[in-house]
T-cell receptor, first 109, second 116 residues
């Protein structure tokens, strides 16, 4: 039973446009959500997070939206840059973090 | 800040051999996590420690796997005997806090394990 799902294995966008990465979860006990970015041959690095008491959190070009009723969250990157090309993991926490399978983002110059 | 340090970066071994993976967490962090990444199962939590004490080892696949944290600056994950299905990237991560949900994790670069 996969509790955190990232249904799009890959996403390709043009530089300067918006990237939207999606994540769905099933466990209503999750109360904190995080996004991590991973480059090849490196470990994941923390990007942005959101508490379940909020519906939006913004940090520069990155915004995370949470829809609790739909058990859905999304990461928006605006504007997208070639350096954003990486694998993005969604994680949901209820004492410990459960990760999705990741979405590979490619930003084309 | 040296970050989380894992060794070795790559390990190739034969089935049946013992494998030991090592991790040095960020100084001052008191929670340590071992994750495994595979194509089939993604990133899965194996075990985590808080203040050197194992808190949750429910993700450890079987008795062949064991983890220790003898002090705040060192942890090992041991596989004995190793099997080809153990081939994966093993990540160590650390955080500061009580293992609560809002703690962001700092990951090491991982150990690529290949069991032939």
């Amino acid at each position: 039973d996969q509790q955190v799902k990232q249904n799009s294995p890959s996403l390709s966008v043009q530089e300067g446009r918006i990237s939207i990465l999606n994540c769905d979860y099933t466990n209503s006990m999750f109360d904190y959500f995080l996004w991590y970015k991973k480059y090849p041959a490196e470990g994941p690095t923390f990007l942005i997070s959101i508490s379940s008491i909020k519906d939006k959190n913004e940090d520069g070009r990155f915004t995370v939206f949470l829809n609790k009723s739909a058990k859905h969250l999304s990461l928006h990157i605006v504007p997208s840059q070639p350096g954003d090309s990486a694998v993005y993991f969604c994680a949901a926490s209820a004492r410990k973090s459960t990760f999705g399978d990741g979405t590979t983002l490619t930003v084309k110059p | 800040d040296a970050g989380v340090i894992q060794s070795p970066r790559h390990e190739v071994t034969e089935m049946g051999q013992e494998v030991t993976l090592r991790c040095k967490p960020i100084s001052g962090h008191n929670s340590l996590f071992w994750y495994r990444q595979t194509m089939m199962r993604g990133l899965e939590l194996l075990i985590y420690f808080n203040n050197n004490v194992p808190i949750d080892d429910s993700g450890m696949p079987e008795d062949r796997f064991s983890a220790k944290m003898p002090n705040a600056s060192f942890s090992t994950l041991k596989i004995q005997p190793s099997e080809p299905r153990d081939s994966a990237v093993y990540f160590c991560a650390s955080s500061y806090g009580q293992g609560r949900t809002n703690e962001k994790l700092f990951f090491g670069s991982g150990t690529q394990l290949s069991v032939l």
